[in-house]
């Protein structure tokens, strides 16, 4: 149904004027949505006009779904993107659930979307100790992935192929496959592309099972990894790829800098032990990565003011601990925000190894969440059911009597 028949519905119905306008549209608090947007969209709302019309040019062609996206989160729990009309069975009341933006700049829908990407990542997981390892590059290639956001994969699939290597030795390839394996890892990766100073930073966060399986898809234990082999071999399978990707003849000076920069390859640790990140359980190592992929690059807790024209926000500093308050105009914050908008479909959690979907070992893995319990754990992620747990209230209840209400029909 769109808007024109949601009026003409509305016209042949006896409701409190306070709720339409002249239009039928929504304009009385009991009919908008319980949903706040926050601060971010506020930004948006108040200068995205202004600053698209003057930097059209370059967001249309660095960042192309930019526009698309901002005006998603503008428009995220208002009539602009629907709503489902829910009607009291006993009085007649109506209520209007506004449809959400799910996009990737709004920090309300993150919220939904990191719980959801957790429990994908959960389901997959085996009952087993897992290991956290960081891929990172230097500060001087990071403009190279700026440029060419899809060349992002090329970080996924050099750490893909660094930790294949490493684990099965020398790896030669053959006409009937890619690599001659003995042995395949189960691994998720991350991408995360922010340091806390909003810098624009791609990198890969692994969380690997302490598992292998041979050619006989059975489970062996494998908790030895070899960092420095790491480092070195995630290098030079990095640098022939971006070499590949950009041209030998614009890459090669940059590629033979980064071989007499870095003796002992990029910088590959295992968080938990190096930097002292320590989580209570993989549930919780889960839900700080997917934090990173499904919200924008500043979590709203940050920004300690806004203005209309200037955003301040707080930062500790990675290195030290030491606390930063930064102050930038309503332009500046945008552009830190957009730099971080990755394409369109593009995935930012992958999985690999017998941790991928089309992996055949499903029958014979012992996963964290049981296979009974998994229908229970999503349902608990439809949205009536987050409310309740988020806000303790029912979305759905009639305002007037108390009873459950039914949806009538939609409007898109």
């Not at 030795?169 to 001659?180: A, D, E, I, Q």
């Not at 070899?226 to 590629?255: H, P, Q």
């Not at 012992?366 to 209230?393: A, C, G, M, P, V």
């Amino acid at each position: 149904m769109d808007i024109n028949q949601f009026n003409c519905w509305a016209k042949n119905h006896i409701f409190d004027d306070s709720k339409f306008d002249n239009d039928g549209f929504i304009i009385s608090e009991n009919t908008k949505s319980f949903k706040s947007t926050g601060i971010i969209a506020s930004i948006f709302q108040d200068h995205w006009d202004s600053y698209y019309y003057k930097y059209k040019n370059s967001i249309d062609s660095l960042r192309p779904n930019a526009n698309k996206e901002v005006h998603k989160i503008i428009d995220c729990a208002n009539h602009n993107l629907g709503f489902t009309v829910y009607s009291c069975p006993h009085c007649d009341e109506i209520i209007f659930s506004h449809h959400t933006c799910k996009g990737k700049l709004c920090s309300s829908c993150g919220i939904k979307s990191q719980k959801i990407k957790t429990q994908n990542v959960l389901e997959k997981c085996i009952n087993c100790k897992h290991r956290h390892i960081t891929f990172t590059i230097p500060n001087s290639l990071c403009h190279w992935f700026f440029n060419f956001l899809p060349s992002t994969s090329i970080l996924f699939e050099s750490v893909n192929d660094t930790i294949y290597s490493v684990i099965n030795g020398k790896v030669k390839k053959n006409k009937s496959s890619k690599y001659n394996l003995k042995y395949s890892p189960g691994f998720f990766a991350f991408l995360h592309t922010f340091g806390r100073p909003l810098n624009f930073n791609p990198h890969i966060h692994v969380i690997i099972a302490e598992y292998i399986v041979d050619k006989n898809k059975e489970l062996k234990k494998f908790n030895y990894f070899n960092y420095e082999a790491l480092s070195k071999r995630f290098m030079k399978i990095l640098l022939d790829k971006m070499e590949k990707y950009f041209g030998k003849k614009k890459f090669k000076d940059t590629k033979n800098k980064m071989y007499l920069t870095y003796k002992n390859g990029f910088y590959v640790n295992n968080k938990l032990e190096d930097d002292g990140y320590k989580f209570s359980s993989i549930e919780e190592l889960i839900r700080y990565l997917t934090r990173y992929c499904a919200r924008p690059a500043m979590a709203e807790s940050r920004i300690l003011n806004y203005d209309g024209n200037n955003i301040t926000f707080c930062y500790s500093d990675h290195t030290n601990e030491e606390y930063h308050e930064e102050i930038n105009s309503a332009f500046e914050f945008i552009t830190k925000l957009l730099r971080h908008l990755l394409p369109e479909n593009f995935k930012s959690i992958r999985s690999y190894g017998f941790y991928n979907k089309s992996s055949k070992l499903c029958d014979k893995l012992k996963y964290i969440i049981s296979r009974e319990k998994i229908k229970i754990k999503r349902d608990l992620l439809k949205w009536k059911n987050l409310i309740l747990t988020s806000f303790n209230r029912i979305p759905i209840v009639c305002p007037l009597c108390g009873e459950m209400m039914k949806p009538e029909f939609e409007v898109s």
